[in-house]
Every structure is written in structure tokens, then in C-alpha cells.
Nanobody, 118 residues
């Protein structure tokens, strides 16, 4: 059974870096044709796609975040990660890690609420 689980700090100070990990089980992050995404939901903007990393390790970022984000993976731990720099209160959101297979967003983590506040 495929499962994704987000982990990371719930509170981040403004101007600092938000770092989240997603631990994947039931499938490897290197399995062909799978894409591993970060998506967030905030009160003011709804669902936003942040970026992804594919099965080869290539990354794709939303232009809205491109200057501030980095997505990477650790194949030994079967994890992928998000770093978002220079955060502001507008980055407060529920962050989800999501698998995409054949165009379907088929497996989601439960989401983790990250609040940016001093």
C-alpha cells in the first residue's frame, strides 16, 4: 500500500527557511514514470502547486516559487524534500506531498500545517 507522510517544523520564523520531508512507503521514488509533488493549501489562495521531482531526479518548479525553492530526494531513505527560503506569513499553509502517476494525483500525504510567525 502506497503511503506518503510529511514531516517538519510546524512553526517557522519569517525570513527563515521552511524545510519539509516526505517519507514514501509501498513504492520507491525511483520507480519509472512517477512524479513526486509538493502542493499547499492556504486560506487566501486555495491549492497551489509548488513543484516536483521525477523518477530520474529532475525537478520542475512553479514560476511563483522558482527563486525560493529547492526540491531534492534521498533514495536511500525513500524520501523527497522541500526547502522554501525567505518565508513570510503568506507562506502559512497546509503542505502536502503527492504522488502523480499517469497524470493522476493519486496518493496524498495527510498534510502538515506550517505557520510562519515570529
Amino acid at each position: 500500500q502506497v503511503q506518503l507522510r510529511e514531516s517538519g517544523p510546524a512553526l517557522v520564523t519569517p525570513s527563515h527557511t521552511l524545510s519539509l520531508n516526505c517519507t514514501v512507503s509501498g513504492v520507491t521514488v525511483t520507480t519509472n514514470y512517477l512524479y513526486w509533488n509538493w502542493i499547499r493549501r492556504s486560506p487566501g489562495k486555495g491549492l497551489e502547486w509548488i513543484g516536483d521531482i521525477d523518477y530520474t531526479g529532475n525537478t520542475y518548479y512553479s514560476p511563483s516559487f522558482k527563486s525560493r525553492i529547492s526540491i531534492s530526494r534521498d533514495t536511500a531513505k525513500n524520501q523527497f524534500s522541500l526547502e522554501l527560503t525567505s518565508v513570510t506569513p503568506e507562506d502559512t499553509a497546509i503542505y502536502y506531498c503527492v504522488r502523480v502517476s499517469t497524470g493522476l494525483y493519486d496518493y496524498w500525504g495527510q498534510g502538515t500545517l506550517v505557520t510562519v510567525s515570529s
